[in-house]
């Protein structure tokens, strides 16, 4: 079984920067397609930036020129780092992993979810 660990969340001010990040570890093997999403309470999980294919990360328009995602493969993690934050941005972080685990069969796998507070 894969774990999605997230950290990096917390209570920002307008203007501020945060950095997520997420960990994968246990049966990784097949893991790929990391990505980030979102989601405010009460609407639909909104993906954020996500790196298929090993190309460059696509953005939504609400993250273009102020986040960044980026790997580190030697140590399974992917980080988003947020800056220029808006109140707006004030939502809960989800880390997403699509999995391999047949030819046939592929497991979306999911973070916790750290939540991130942006004050105005």
């Known amino acids: 079984q894969v774990q999605l660990v997230e950290s990096g969340g917390g209570l920002v001010q307008s203007g501020g920067s945060l950095r997520l990040s997420c960990t994968a570890s246990?049966?990784?093997?097949?893991?790929?397609?990391m990505d980030w999403y979102r989601r405010a309470p009460g609407e639909a999980r909104e993906l954020v930036a996500t790196?298929?294919?090993?190309?460059?990360?696509n953005y939504a328009d609400s993250a273009k020129g102020r986040f960044l995602m980026f790997e580190d493969n030697k140590k399974n993690t992917v980080y988003l780092e947020m800056t220029e934050l808006k109140p707006e941005d004030t939502d809960v972080y989800y880390c997403?992993?699509?999995?391999?685990?047949?030819?046939?069969?592929?497991?979306?796998?999911w973070g916790q979810g750290p939540q991130d507070t942006i004050s105005s």
């Open positions: 997403h992993a699509d999995q391999s685990v047949s030819p046939v069969q592929v497991l979306s796998q």
């Open positions: 246990g049966s990784i093997a097949g893991i790929y397609n």
């Open positions: 790196n298929t294919d090993g190309g460059p990360p």
